[in-house]
DNA sequence: AAGAACATCAACCGCAGAGTC
DNA sequence: CGACTCTGCGGTTGATGTTCT
């Protein structure tokens, strides 16, 4: 509570106005993550030069600068898949975000309350018709629900309360899981659909490296980053050094 | 053409949970 | 064990663009 202590100073040099990324600053965090990772959002933007509050960054970042993001419109699909998901898990937008890869808890949230909200309640039920229609033929209606493969939980998108504990349950439970049927690229597989981008920042992030499995870490075909080469020689070597 | 009303999206706030000391 | 810090989530709001009158 009371954190990013920053945050009262951001607000008096604003005033409490709003202030819109610049084109610049995009390009100072950006170059920053480039070079030395995600490795402490209240003190990053001391180091990158911007004067903003941690949590300012780690928005922006996460909901508008990660390279992963889709940029376009949400296709009938991921309308059909908000609508459904909405219905079965409510305003849980990480939850259901999580099933909508490139998307961000932002803009569904955003894109709920502006296009969906009204689908859901008794109103315009003609428009939406077409869509409830669809929701209810299962052999059209095509989400991927991943279940936990050590739970084999489908209702929560966690199989605990903390992705750091997931991935170091994963490899505890390897073993384990191995001998139920499950592989450890089902396991891999699993997390990539609920969170693919999620393990470059626990990648560059100090405190998580001793818990998880290299085997995440190995996967080299996996570069989230790669759209940002210029700096990628340096990005791995320094992540955990403060500059 | 101008202003009002509405829609959209980015940004902010407050809180809670987990980790650390 | 309690205080503190960091992070993430969901709700809300402000700014801006678009449509309507």
């Known amino acids: 509570m009371g954190n990013f202590l920053d945050d009262d100073i951001n607000k008096m040099s604003t005033s409490l106005k709003r202030v819109s990324w610049s084109a610049e600053e995009d390009e100072k965090l950006i170059s920053y993550i480039q070079r030395y990772g995600i490795w402490n959002w209240s003190q990053m933007p001391k180091f990158a030069g911007l004067s903003r509050s941690g949590k300012s960054c780690r928005l922006r970042w996460l909901n508008y600068l990660k390279p992963d993001l889709k940029k376009e419109e ?7 898949s908000i609508l459904h998901l909405h219905s079965l898990l409510g305003n849980k937008w990480s939850a259901i975000v999580a099933r909508l890869p ?4 932002n803009d569904v949230k955003n894109y709920w309350h502006a296009h969906l909200k009204k689908c859901s309640g008794k109103q315009n039920l003609q428009v939406c018709q077409t869509v409830e229609q669809d929701n209810n033929n299962s052999s059209s209606f095509n989400i991927q629900e991943p279940t936990c493969p050590i739970t084999n939980d489908i209702s929560s998108s966690r199989c605990t309360t903390s992705s750091e504990d997931q991935h170091g349950e994963f490899r505890d439970n390897y073993t384990d899981t191995s001998s139920q ?3 450890f690229d089902d396991l891999n597989f699993f997390w990539d659909q609920l969170c693919p981008f999620e393990n470059l920042e626990l990648r560059n992030t100090n405190h998580h490296m001793g818990m998880l499995s290299d085997h995440v870490f190995q996967d080299s075909n996996y570069d989230p980053i790669s ?5 990628s020689d340096d990005y791995n070597g320094s992540l955990l ?3």
Not at 74 to 80: D, L
């Open 74 to 80: 949400f296709s009938k699909e991921e309308e059909e």
């Open 102 to 105: 490139g998307r961000t808890d």
């Open 181 to 183: 049927g499950t592989t």
């Open 227 to 231: 759209s940002y080469t210029s700096c």
């Open 241 to 243: 050094l403060d500059p």
